[in-house]
């Protein structure tokens, strides 16, 4: 019953803010790296944020750098994602991840979340 639930999207303004949560259930998230990922209406599924155990090494899509930010609380079993300055072509379902900090980054996982949808319109 190890599941990755997902949080906090819904409707935005170009410009606002949302912060996504990943929790999980059934597994601790301590020993994983966590990886954020996005899939547009049309569009391929990619990555947007990955955070490793350690919470030193980070990854951004170029796409988002500057504007997104990848946290994790180990104690509370959740990651999350602040997403700031948000623009329409951030529209997406976004899904959390788990697996190897080295690999994730190309969608390489062990559970997915369901996906939280964020759309961005005014």
């Known amino acids: 019953q190890a599941q990755l639930v997902e949080s906090g999207g819904g409707l935005v303004q170009p410009g606002g803010s949302l912060r996504l949560s990943c929790t999980a259930s059934?597994?601790?998230?301590?020993?994983?790296?966590i990886g954020w990922f996005r899939q547009a209406p049309g569009k391929e599924r990619e990555g947007v944020a990955c955070?490793?155990?350690?919470?030193?090494?980070?990854y951004y899509a170029d796409s988002v750098k500057g504007r997104f930010t990848i946290y994790r609380d180990n104690a509370k079993n959740t990651v999350y994602l602040q997403m700031n300055s948000l623009k329409p072509s951030d529209r997406a379902v976004y899904y959390c991840?788990?697996?190897?900090?080295?690999?994730?980054?190309?969608?390489?996982?062990?559970?997915w979340g369901q996906g939280t949808l964020v759309t961005v319109s005014s």
């Open positions: 059934g597994f601790s998230l301590d020993y994983y790296a």
């Open positions: 991840a788990i697996g190897e900090f080295r690999t994730i980054v190309a969608g390489v996982a062990q559970i």
């Open positions: 955070i490793s155990t350690s919470r030193i090494n980070t």
